[in-house]
């Protein structure tokens, strides 16, 4: 290699992605090759900085990027072919962007003088992603490969953060054509600059919302986790002891053993975090979106609710529930100006009308406290979630797919840090578990991880138990079994008189001897008695992939569930019971 | 509502793209779309001219802003602002006084007849888009055979600006 001074060094394209990944930080690359990034596959062979982990499915690479980001807070970083091995990835991208999860994708593309001639593997990958990414670029030049993923990184991990693609034509990479190479330390853009302090009034307003409140809430989500605020969330909760209740993106933003937390709320959220939402007199939503998920009929959301809004993208102020105090901000500084302002005014909340608020919200709690049926001679979903989260003391990460199983996780596992529940929250898609689980394994290989997830769920992305022993990634797999795709099955017995169409899960494979086949440990659970031991003796197996058959209860039912087009506070309690 | 949105934004490809693609993906709507390079090559300017309650505006003026390559935005239609639309439209003329109606009308309008055959002229109108309707309606007597309208350019008046 030559150089032109002692400065600068030449590289191909090719080579250029690889350094620049390396000089942004980044240790692993998911993904999978194919014609159109073999020169970027032969660069990567030649170094050792960044390193590959060769998926079987390019879907995994991205779910696998995307929970390493959530874990971590980091852009993950995910490189595909072109056609195929991009359109593969769509379905993860899709994910990363509806939940705000830094990604960096890169795909290969064909030759720039044969794209828009439908040449062999040639897809719109632009055109593809337009909709589902925070921005997408394509290299015209090879020596602003370094510009251009410095950029993707800027955008992916700042504001709103979201996946970026950057789609590389496959002649931007050739290995003989050299180019200097000088990575930006920095970069400014002058149509992006997103806003990091909050308004100083608006923050005065609605500390002073807060302190005139009688019936105060905070309902916090995914933005506290991303922005890395549970810290200043759970200062500001205690210096005023308002209840706080997170969404299902926002899980151990606010420890769950805390007596101040009330539990998720939303449609399938607690009674206690309903009741106090719907009537409470101050909302503060911080890093939340009003989810149709969580707002049930926005017509009759929280009526008595004076609505305070922090977040840092201001097209989700006032979208579907109007704020009166927008804060359009980083939650962190938003939160810690907050707090400051208490501690400076030495004011005090309302005492009496916070005890007896407080009184309460504890009689709402003792109305259903997340009852289900004991000792039953079949196992119930719930009852392994919470014996999970007893042996892992919620610390563990769990990544989830989605559905029931989703949902019994998210209610009976006692979060108490952030970052460790790791779920599809926007997009809802099944096959995100064991990738996803796989991605945290591999960045924090001494952490518990567990991939809670169903015999429906884990079949989209299966074949990944193959990658799981080729790095031996020791998750712990709780495959929920009852036959069904449970929470279609639920809405087939409550909305379908039990016409369970299609939600059967008929000839299944035998998960314990599918697990052996890869060299992993398989363990069949069926009753009740059986579950302790073998899942002491899974979180024993440090280094081993543990997978859990374990028979459930088919005919269990996700409560509280709100009741179609009702309000907060309107939930069905149980097959029987609603308020 | 109507509101006229202008828009700087990087004169990058795909850019125009992705603010089509936000209208169509959230189901706003686009009454007229014009696009061309400012005085700086570096920056297209688009007008776009939408209708919706207040809260809709509020969202897209919203999105737009969170395109990557939108520089800066305003809806004229909040201030005191200027709107031009151009039109060419061709018309049969074939009667010396078909030919007398259309020429008539187009004084009117203050329409150039900017081609002319044995059987058509072709007139260039310039006005806002309602005026443009009008001469439209005028003619619908004589028999209209083409219309190409260029969509709503418009400036805020006075020391209002839209520039970096």
Same mark, same amino acid.
């Given at each position: 290699?030559?150089s032109q001074n002692?400065?600068?060094?030449?590289?191909?394209g090719?080579?250029?992605?690889?350094?620049?990944?390396?000089?942004e930080g980044?240790?692993y690359?998911?993904?999978?090759?194919?014609?159109?990034?073999?020169?970027?596959?032969?660069?990567l062979?030649?170094?050792?900085?960044?390193?590959?982990?060769l998926?079987?499915?390019?879907?995994?690479?991205?779910?696998?990027?995307?929970?390493?980001a959530r874990?971590?807070?980091?852009?993950?970083?995910?490189?595909?072919?072109?056609?195929?091995?991009a359109?593969?990835a769509?379905?993860g991208?899709?994910?990363?962007?509806?939940d705000?999860?830094?990604?960096?994708?890169l795909?290969?593309?064909?030759?720039?003088?044969?794209?828009?001639g439908?040449?062999?593997?040639?897809?719109?990958?632009?055109g593809?992603?337009?909709?589902?990414?925070?921005h997408?670029?394509?290299?015209?030049?090879?020596?602003?490969?370094?510009?251009?993923?410095?950029?993707?990184?800027?955008?992916a991990?700042?504001?709103?953060?979201?996946?970026?693609?950057l789609?590389?034509?496959k002649?931007?990479?050739?290995?003989n054509?050299?180019?200097?190479?000088?990575?930006?330390?920095?970069?400014?853009?002058r149509?992006?600059?997103?806003t990091?302090?909050?308004?100083?009034?608006?923050?005065?307003?609605a500390?002073?919302?807060?302190?005139?409140?009688?019936r105060?809430?905070?309902y916090?989500?995914g933005?506290v986790?991303?922005?890395?605020?549970?810290?200043?969330?759970?200062?500001?909760?205690?210096?005023?002891?308002?209840?706080?209740?997170?969404?299902l993106m926002?899980?151990?933003?606010?420890?769950?053993?805390?007596?101040?937390?009330?539990?998720?709320?939303?449609?399938?959220?607690?009674?206690e975090a309903?009741?106090?939402m719907?009537?409470?007199?101050v909302?503060?939503?911080?890093?939340?979106?009003?989810?149709d998920r969580?707002?049930?009929?926005?017509?009759?959301?929280?009526?008595?609710?004076?609505?305070?809004h922090?977040?840092i993208?201001?097209?989700?102020?006032s979208?579907?529930?109007?704020?009166?105090?927008?804060i359009?901000?980083?939650?962190k500084p938003?939160?810690?100006a907050?707090?400051?302002?208490?501690?400076?005014?030495?004011?005090?909340?309302?005492?009496q009308?916070?005890?007896?608020?407080?009184?309460?919200?504890?009689?709402?709690?003792?109305?259903?406290g997340?009852?289900?049926?004991?000792?039953?001679?079949?196992?119930?979903?719930q009852?392994?979630?919470?014996?999970?989260?007893?042996?892992?003391?919620?610390?563990?990460?769990?990544?989830?797919?989605?559905?029931?199983?989703?949902?019994?996780?998210?209610?009976?596992y006692?979060?108490?840090k952030?970052?460790?529940?790791?779920n599809s929250?926007g997009l809802?898609?099944?096959?995100?578990?064991?990738?996803?689980a796989?991605?945290v394994?591999?960045?924090?290989?001494?952490a518990?991880?567990?991939?809670v997830?169903g015999?429906?769920?884990?079949q989209?992305?299966?074949?990944?138990?193959s990658?799981?022993k080729?790095y031996?990634?020791?998750?712990?797999?709780?495959?929920?079994?009852?036959?069904y795709?449970?929470?279609?099955?639920?809405w087939?017995?409550?909305?379908?008189?039990s016409?369970y169409?299609?939600?059967?899960?008929?000839?299944?494979?035998?998960?314990?001897?599918?697990?052996?086949?890869?060299g992993?440990?398989?363990i069949?659970?069926?009753?009740p008695e059986?579950?302790e031991?073998?899942?002491?003796?899974?979180?024993?197996?440090?280094?081993?992939?543990?997978?859990?058959?374990?028979h459930?209860?088919?005919?269990?039912?996700?409560?509280?569930?709100?009741v179609?087009?009702g309000?907060?506070?309107?939930?069905f309690?149980?097959?029987?019971?609603r308020? | 509502?109507?509101?006229?949105?202008?828009?700087l934004?990087?004169?990058?490809?795909?850019?125009?793209?992705r603010?089509?693609?936000?209208?169509?993906q959230?189901?706003?709507n686009?009454?007229?779309?014009t =696009?061309?390079?400012?005085d700086?090559?570096?920056?297209?300017?688009l007008?776009?001219?939408t209708?919706g309650?207040?809260?809709?505006?509020e969202?897209?003026?919203k999105?737009?802003?969170?395109?990557?390559?939108v =520089?800066?935005l305003q809806?004229?239609?909040?201030?005191a602002?200027?709107?031009?639309?151009?039109?060419?439209?061709?018309?049969?003329?074939?009667?010396?006084?078909?030919?007398?109606?259309?020429?008539?009308?187009?004084?009117i309008?203050?329409?150039q007849?900017?081609?002319?055959?044995?059987?058509t002229?072709?007139?260039?109108?310039?006005?806002t888009?309602?005026k443009?309707?009008?001469?439209?309606?005028?003619?619908?007597?004589?028999?209209?055979?083409?219309?190409?309208?260029s969509?709503?350019?418009?400036?805020s008046?006075?020391?209002k600006?839209?520039?970096l």
């Amino acid at each position: 290699m030559t150089s032109q001074n002692t400065k600068t060094e030449m590289l191909s394209g090719a080579a250029m992605v690889i350094r620049a990944l390396a000089d942004e930080g980044v240790e692993y690359l998911y993904g999978y090759p194919g014609g159109a990034v073999l020169h970027i596959y032969d660069a990567l062979f030649q170094q050792s900085k960044v390193k590959h982990v060769l998926v079987r499915h390019e879907q995994a690479a991205t779910h696998m990027a995307d929970a390493y980001a959530r874990a971590s807070g980091k852009a993950g970083v995910v490189l595909v072919t072109s056609g195929p091995g991009a359109t593969n990835a769509v379905t993860g991208i899709a994910t990363a962007y509806m939940d705000s999860i830094p990604m960096v994708v890169l795909t290969g593309q064909v030759m720039s003088h044969l794209i828009g001639g439908d040449a062999f593997q040639e897809t719109d990958m632009l055109g593809i992603s337009r909709p589902i990414v925070k921005h997408n670029m394509s290299v015209r030049r090879p020596e602003d490969i370094p510009y251009l993923i410095k950029k993707a990184f800027y955008i992916a991990q700042s504001g709103r953060p979201g996946p970026v693609v950057l789609d590389i034509p496959k002649d931007m990479t050739m290995p003989n054509e050299k180019y200097p190479y000088l990575y930006p330390e920095t970069l400014k853009l002058r149509s992006y600059n997103p806003t990091a302090a909050g308004h100083p009034g608006q923050i005065k307003k609605a500390v002073n919302a807060l302190l005139q409140a009688k019936r105060p809430i905070i309902y916090s989500g995914g933005g506290v986790i991303m922005g890395q605020a549970s810290e200043e969330l759970t200062a500001l909760a205690r210096k005023l002891n308002y209840p706080v209740t997170n969404t299902l993106m926002g899980l151990g933003a606010y420890p769950a053993g805390d007596p101040q937390f009330i539990g998720m709320l939303g449609m399938h959220g607690s009674y206690e975090a309903n009741m106090t939402m719907h009537h409470a007199d101050v909302i503060l939503a911080v890093g939340a979106r009003f989810d149709d998920r969580v707002t049930n009929n926005t017509k009759k959301f929280c009526p008595h609710a004076t609505i305070i809004h922090i977040d840092i993208d201001p097209a989700s102020i006032s979208k579907t529930i109007n704020a009166h105090i927008p804060i359009v901000g980083l939650v962190k500084p938003v939160l810690a100006a907050m707090v400051a302002q208490l501690e400076q005014k030495k004011a005090k909340p309302d005492g009496q009308a916070l005890d007896s608020w407080w009184q309460q919200i504890e009689a709402w709690r003792s109305v259903h406290g997340g009852e289900y049926e004991q000792d039953t001679p079949v196992l119930k979903p719930q009852a392994v979630i919470e014996a999970v989260s007893r042996i892992t003391k919620g610390e563990a990460y769990v990544t989830s797919d989605v559905g029931q199983h989703q949902m019994f996780a998210a209610q009976y596992y006692k979060f108490n840090k952030p970052n460790r529940w790791i779920n599809s929250g926007g997009l809802g898609i099944m096959g995100f578990g064991l990738p996803a689980a796989m991605g945290v394994k591999l960045n924090y290989p001494d952490a518990d991880v567990v991939c809670v997830t169903g015999e429906g769920s884990i079949q989209m992305n299966i074949q990944e138990l193959s990658t799981c022993k080729q790095y031996g990634l020791g998750v712990k797999i709780i495959n929920l079994n009852n036959g069904y795709l449970g929470m279609v099955k639920q809405w087939q017995d409550m909305n379908y008189e039990s016409r369970y169409a299609s939600s059967y899960m008929d000839s299944l494979p035998d998960f314990v001897k599918l697990a052996e086949s890869y060299g992993h440990v398989g363990i069949r659970v069926s009753k009740p008695e059986e579950l302790e031991p073998a899942l002491e003796r899974a979180f024993a197996l440090k280094d081993q992939l543990v997978f859990l058959d374990i028979h459930v209860d088919p005919k269990e039912h996700v409560y509280p569930m709100h009741v179609p087009g009702g309000a907060m506070h309107e939930m069905f309690l149980s097959k029987t019971k609603r308020t | 509502m109507r509101h006229i949105i202008s828009v700087l934004l990087e004169n990058e490809s795909g850019s125009l793209a992705r603010v089509v693609g936000l209208f169509a993906q959230r189901g706003y709507n686009i009454d007229s779309l014009t =696009v061309a390079p400012t005085d700086d090559a570096t920056m297209s300017r688009l007008t776009l001219v939408t209708h919706g309650n207040d809260q809709v505006i509020e969202q897209i003026t919203k999105h737009l802003h969170k395109l990557i390559e939108v =520089v800066k935005l305003q809806d004229l239609s909040e201030s005191a602002h200027v709107e031009r639309e151009l039109m060419l439209i061709k018309v049969k003329a074939t009667s010396n006084e078909q030919r007398d109606e259309v020429k008539r009308c187009a004084d009117i309008f203050r329409g150039q007849i900017i081609d002319v055959t044995a059987k058509t002229f072709t007139i260039q109108v310039v006005g806002t888009s309602d005026k443009l309707d009008a001469f439209i309606e005028a003619l619908k007597g004589s028999a209209i055979i083409e219309v190409a309208r260029s969509g709503v350019s418009g400036i805020s008046r006075g020391e209002k600006t839209l520039t970096l």
